[in-house]
């Protein structure tokens, strides 16, 4: 029944999700992006400490696949953010 209750909060999330990001002017996209990469910043946190847990190696694994793909998504946030902004400066 746990399986059912999750998979129902994900659709949800999803579903929220999808139609907050749709109603974003685009004026706005620039510091919803910089948000974005903060929470990727707290994403690849938890995942170094899951990394660096030692419980299980299963989970040392995982959690550093999701250090590298948190950091990737960071990374690759930042500079599209900054070739957004690079866009409203004068030449």
Known sequence: MTGIYLLFILMLAIFVGFELIRKVPATLHTPLMSGANA????????ALSLAGG???ALATWLGAAAVMLATVN????????????AMFKKR
């Open 39 to 46: 929470i990727s910043g707290i994403t690849v946190i938890g």
């Open 54 to 56: 030692g419980s299980h």
């Open 74 to 85: 960071v990374v690759g946030g930042y500079l599209v953010t900054d070739r957004m902004l």
